[in-house]
């Protein structure tokens, strides 16, 4: 059965967002595996606190997430 893990950096999507990446996500599996495969479709999202993900050596925050999506960066 699908199992499709996602790590999110804390407080940068709202729970809403959240919910639309569970639907949108099963729907992507749901379009490439079939319709009987909607109800075995586990997406599990998991937040990671902000300064504990490191991308190139260099702790990644909240903050300069939502900067990198507003294109601040």
């Known amino acids: ?3 499709i893990q996602v790590k ?3 407080e940068v999507f ?3 967002q959240k919910k639309e990446m569970i639907t949108k996500l099963t729907d992507a599996m749901v ?3 079939g319709e ?3 109800s075995v479709t586990w997406v599990v999202i998991e937040d990671v ?3 504990e993900w490191g ?3 260099q702790a990644l925050t909240t903050e ?3 900067a990198l999506a507003a294109g601040k960066t």
């Open 55 to 57: 991308i190139g050596g």
């Open 64 to 66: 300069a997430v939502r």
């Open 31 to 33: 379009a490439i595996e």
């Open 1 to 3: 059965m699908p199992l």
């Open 8 to 10: 999110l950096i804390e």
């Open 49 to 51: 606190r902000s300064g």
């Open 14 to 16: 709202t729970p809403a």
């Open 36 to 38: 009987n495969m909607r």
